[in-house]
C-alpha cells in the first residue's frame, strides 16, 4: 500500500497557511530541530558513561552490562513502535521519543538525588525511556531525513547538517564539564530538558507525513537476515558494533587518561570536533562528486587504523594524536556510508519505513552483541584491547 505524504498541510493546527514555514526549504526546519534536541544530548552525551562508570563503582563490566540490556530490551519494540508511528503520523511520535528523552534525564537526574526511590527502578526507567526513544524518534527522524534531502545533493546536504551538529559538539563538551565540574550533574539536566522541550517547536512547522508499515512481528525479523537485506544487516551491525565502542568505552578511557577530570574530558572533546568541522564540510560536498564506495572503503582503513593507535596510546599527547587521525577516517567513513544508508532508503519507494526499521535493528543488534563481546573481554583485559576489536570490525 502507498505511503501517504501531506506537503501542503502542516502538523501544528494553528498556523496561518500563507506563514508557514513549510512552503521555505523543510531541511533548515528540521536541521532546527536536530541541533536544539543534539545540544541537549552532546550537553551530557559525553559524560553519561562516566556517570554510570562512578555509580557503578567504577566497574567497566557493569556500564557495559547496563548498555547491554539497553539495547537488548529494545529489539522487540521496533516493530510496535514502527505500528505506532504508522498509525499516528512521524511528528507525533516523534514528540513522544522527545518526552523520552525528557524522562531519561528525570529519572538520571533522580538516581543521582533521590534517596527514597529504589535505584533499580530509576535504572530500569532509563532503559523504558531510551527505548522509546529508539523505536518512536530515530526511525521517523531518519525517514524524514531520506525523504527531504535530495539525491543528487544528498553528501552535501548531510555534510552541512552534520557541520551544525559538529558546532554543537564543539561548544556543548565544555560547558557540560564545566558545569559538571561547578554544580555536578543536576545543572547539565535541566539545561537538557529545556532544551529538548523547546526542540518540539521546529517539529510543528514540518508538513505532515505518514507511512504504513507493512511488515508483521516475526517477518521483520525475517527481513534482517534474508537474502534481500543481508549486505545492509551485516554492514550496519559491524557500524553499530564499532560505534558502540567510541559512545561508551572511550569516554571512560579518556576520564581515566584525565585523572577524573570533567572539564578536560569536555574540552578535549571539543578540541577534537573543532578539527573536524572543516574536514566535515570538505567530505560532504566530494561524497556527491566521489564515488561513495571508495570512500567508504578509505574511510574504513584509516578509521581502523585510529582505533589501533587508541588501543596503544596511553599519554594526553598520544590520545590527542590518535584521537585527530581516528576523527579524519570517522569524517571519510561515516558521511558517504550514510549518505549511501539515505540513498537506499529514499530508493526504497513505499518500503522506505521497513527499510529504515531493518537498518535500525540491525544497528541495534551489533550493539548488542559487541557489548556481551566486550563485557568478558574487558574482566580479563584492560579496555584499551577494546579499541583492537573496534578496529577489526
Known amino acids: 500500500m502507498k505511503r501517504h505524504y501531506f506537503p501542503d498541510k502542516v502538523s501544528h493546527p494553528f498556523r496561518h497557511n500563507r506563514h508557514s514555514l513549510s512552503h521555505g526549504a523543510i531541511l533548515p526546519v528540521l536541521a532546527g530541530h536536530r541541533v536544539l534536541s543534539f545540544s541537549a544530548v552532546s550537553l551530557v552525551g559525553v559524560f553519561m558513561p562516566i556517570f554510570w562508570y562512578e555509580l557503578f563503582g567504577t566497574s567497566i563490566t557493569f556500564v557495559l552490562l547496563f548498555y547491554f540490556i539497553n539495547f537488548l530490551f529494545k529489539l522487540p519494540f521496533f516493530v510496535v513502535g514502527a505500528k505506532i508511528f504508522s498509525k499516528i503520523g512521524l511528528i507525533p511520535s516523534m514528540i513522544i521519543g522527545i518526552f523520552g528523552y525528557v524522562g531519561f534525564f528525570i529519572s538520571v537526574y533522580l538516581i543521582n538525588n533521590s534517596g527514597f526511590l529504589n535505584q533499580n527502578l530509576l535504572i530500569g526507567a532509563t532503559i523504558f525511556f531510551l527505548m522509546l526513544v529508539s523505536v518512536l524518534y530515530w526511525s521517523p527522524i531518519n525517514i524524514d531525513m531520506a525523504d527531504f534531502t535530495k539525491k543528487n545533493k544528498r553528501g552535501d546536504q548531510i555534510g552541512k547538517f552534520y557541520s551544525v551538529q559538529i558546532l554543537v559538539s564543539i561548544l556543548a563538551p565544555i560547558l557540560g564539564g564545566f558545569l559538571i565540574t561547578k554544580h555536578g550533574y543536576d545543572i547539565s539536566f535541566g539545561v537538557g530538558i529545556l532544551l529538548m522541550l523547546t526542540s518540539i517547536v521546529p517539529l510543528l512547522f514540518l508538513p505532515k507525513h505518514k507511512v504504513k508499515f507493512e511488515f508483521g512481528f516475526i517477518e521483520t525479523f525475517k527481513k534482517v537476515y534474508s537474502k534481500q537485506y543481508r549486505s545492509m544487516t551485516i554492514s550496519m551491525m559491524a557500524y553499530g558494533a564499532e560505534d558502540v565502542v567510541g559512545v561508551t568505552v572511550w569516554p571512560i578511557f579518556l576520564y581515566i587518561v584525565f585523572s577524573g577530570n570533567y572539564f578536560n574530558v569536555g574540552g ?123 578496529a577489526v570490525v
Do not use: C
Not at 558521511?335 to 539515505?342: E, M, Q, R, W
Not at 544497528?363 to 556481551?372: D, F, K, P, Q, V
Open 268 to 390: 578535549f572533546a571539543s578540541i577534537i570536533v573543532l578539527i573536524s568541522l572543516a574536514l566535515q564540510l570538505f567530505i560532504g560536498q566530494k561524497t556527491d562528486r566521489v564515488s561513495k564506495n571508495k570512500l567508504i572503503k578509505i574511510g574504513s582503513g584509516v578509521y581502523a587504523l585510529g582505533w589501533v593507535f587508541k588501543g596503544l596510546v596511553e599519554t594526553v599527547t598520544g590520545v590527542f594524536a590518535a584521537s585527530t587521525f581516528h576523527s579524519l577516517g570517522s569524517i571519510i567513513l561515516r558521511t558517504p556510508i550514510d549518505v549511501l544508508s539515505y540513498d537506499q532508503a529514499a530508493d526504497s519507494g513505499h518500503y522506505i519505513d521497513e527499510y529504515t526499521l531493518l537498518r535500525e535493528i540491525s544497528l541495534t543488534i551489533g550493539r548488542a552483541s559487541m557489548l556481551l563481546l566486550l563485557i568478558f573481554v574487558t574482566y580479563y583485559y584492560s579496555i584499551g584491547v577494546s579499541f583492537i576489536i573496534a
